[in-house]
């Protein structure tokens, strides 16, 4: 992929990347990727995504957009440790209507 412009990063993005649980790391080092195409990256893993690490070593990107796409990503993994944790508090509410209920059923 080198010589990438925003347009083959985007649709790499988008056909690989979004909404894609088992896709764990992305190495996409020395494909002169731009600003563009890394903020095109960053959009989607911002949508959700598996992806742990992506290495871009060696392409067209500035140390402060680097910054940025590092900092969308941690957004995106606290953004869905707090989901997850919503969804186990509701869960064992759940549940603790559900013994409250076989309670007052039972006395």
Known sequence: MNGSGILQVGSLANLAVARNPSLAALYLCGN???VAGALS???VIAAGCGLTSVHLMA???CAKS???LMRLIAEF???MQMAQQDRENRM???EEKKKRVLKSNDG
């Open 32 to 34: 002169a990727i731009r």
């Open 41 to 43: 990256l960053a959009d």
């Open 59 to 61: 392409n067209r990107i």
């Open 66 to 68: 680097l910054k940025g």
């Open 77 to 79: 993994d606290v953004t």
């Open 92 to 94: 064992a509410l759940e």
